[in-house]
């Protein structure tokens, strides 16, 4: 009876609210893995069977995880890690190493994060090099101690694969290939990459030694399905304390999924991207808007979040800018429209403004020349205006041509919303645009 009375328990409803909160921000952080990938059975079966022979048999394996970024790269090669893990024989035998792109940025920093992560700092102890080959050679040599049967098997996980291509002579990816083709360290490389072409940055000789495998990851997600993720995805588990609180939330959610304009912003969202972190992103923002008041997300929720997604950085940063700054925006949206977009100057743009202070301003100061300038540089490095390709950089600055890179509807958005905008310089900008 006590059993059946604490699985109907009605919490409160602060705390049913902080639950809910808990389970889906640990689930769209992509803290929780799912029990089995979605969509990659096949490539899941075929890279668990793969580092199952390394880890168990002593195989030594390469291959190369390719797709674009958000397919689920990371998230199939740690499913896999965690099922591996479960096998008794696995847990006890199997090493593994981590390494990025982005952080092990050349072979030297690469090796010494090999060393810590295999915990050989006290096998290299304080021993000095000649060489960086020397190094490695060292190393490697400390994995190929034994035979198969008593070798501990290494898997070397290499993320963002394509950076590690341009490092001097690929050495590191060299000397892995190159053990995971000898019998005396079993050794599993696992390639992580968004690049197709990863292949041809290899150097004959790399490449020569490598299995060629490749597993692929290409979405081939439809709208339906799509649809389908997100009401799973904001679902509470048959696992959730209150049951009734749960029923009413999937309930609500179930609405909210029906909702028509809750449909078009989702196919916004699919056709810009089928990426699940921006989809993520994107019901974390639904979700910041739950709280005791308003215990269910409304489709006013997903519209504001779907809004603050594609936001315009660009327009943002307008609003930033000094009245000056604004000013110099629209002076050289006038250059444009006389001279059809051709590239323009800073003398031409300050000319411009002067014009517009001669013939229509009583708010605005007349700025000295640097005062402009100074102005004039700092949207170029917001990048606002850039600089025309090939432009000779012995120019003097005030007559080097640039372009803009803001679009009309930008500039008049800004406009609007700029604090407290002079009226004589928003009826410029407006004859401007004509």
């Known amino acids: 009876m006590s059993k059946r009375k604490a699985r109907d328990a009605h919490l409160p409803i602060g705390e049913c609210i902080t639950q809910v909160q808990q389970i889906l921000r640990e689930r769209f952080c992509e803290r929780l893995l799912p029990d089995r990938p979605e969509g990659v059975e096949a490539q899941y079966k075929h890279l668990l069977e793969l580092l199952r022979r390394t880890a168990i048999h002593g195989e030594s394996n390469s291959v190369l995880i390719v797709g674009p970024r958000g397919a689920g790269k990371t998230m199939l090669l740690q499913c896999v890690l965690r099922d591996l893990q479960k096998e008794e024989k696995v847990q006890k035998n199997l090493l593994q190493v981590h390494l990025s792109g982005l952080l092990q940025t050349d072979d030297r920093t690469a090796l010494k994060e090999i060393t810590r992560q295999l915990h050989l700092e006290n096998v290299v102890g304080d021993k000095v090099f000649g060489s960086f080959a020397e190094n490695l050679a060292f190393l490697l040599e400390a994995l190929k101690k034994g035979n198969r049967s008593s070798s501990c098997p290494v898997l070397f996980v290499l993320d963002e694969f394509d950076l590690f291509a341009h490092h001097k002579n690929q050495t590191l990816l060299y000397n892995l290939f190159d053990v995971s083709q000898s019998a005396q360290a079993p050794i599993a490389v696992v390639g992580v990459t968004c690049r197709l072409d990863v292949l041809e940055l290899l150097e004959k000789r790399v490449k020569s030694r490598f299995s060629h495998r490749q597993i692929h990851l290409l979405s081939s997600l439809n709208f339906t399905q799509y649809l389908e993720r997100v009401w799973t995805q904001l679902s509470l588990p048959?696992?959730?304390?209150?049951?009734?609180?749960?029923?009413?939330?999937?309930?609500?959610?179930?609405?909210?999924?029906?909702?028509?304009?809750?449909?078009?912003?989702?196919?916004?969202?699919?056709?810009?991207?089928?990426?699940?972190?921006?989809?993520?992103?994107?019901?974390?923002?639904?979700?910041?808007h739950v709280s005791v008041t308003k215990p269910t997300i409304k489709p006013a929720d997903l519209l504001e979040a779907s809004r603050m997604?594609?936001?315009?950085?660009?327009?943002?940063?307008?609003?930033?800018?000094?009245?000056?700054?604004?000013?110099?925006?629209?002076?050289?949206?006038?250059?444009?429209?006389?001279?059809?977009?051709?590239p323009f100057n800073l003398q031409m743009v300050h000319n411009e403004f002067k014009k517009f202070l001669h013939r229509k301003s009583n708010s605005m100061y007349n700025f000295e020349q640097p005062v402009v300038m100074k102005a004039f540089e700092h949207l170029q490095q917001l990048e606002l205006i850039r600089p025309v390709d090939g432009s000779s950089a012995k120019v003097q600055r005030e007559y080097q041509l640039m372009r803009l890179t803001l679009d009309h509807s930008q500039i008049m958005d800004a406009l609007q919303k700029y604090p407290q905008c002079p009226t004589d310089v928003k009826q410029w900008a407006m004859s401007a645009f004509g």
């Open 309 to 342: 997604c594609f936001a315009d950085a660009t327009a943002n940063m307008l609003h930033g800018l000094s009245i000056l700054e604004l000013c110099l925006v629209i002076a050289i949206k006038h250059l444009n429209d006389v001279y059809e977009g051709e």
């Open 238 to 288: 048959d696992s959730f304390p209150d049951k009734k609180f749960a029923q009413e939330w999937n309930a609500g959610v179930k609405t909210l999924c029906e909702d028509k304009s809750v449909e078009e912003v989702l196919q916004r969202h699919f056709n810009s991207s089928k990426d699940f972190r921006s989809l993520h992103m994107l019901l974390m923002l639904c979700l910041s």
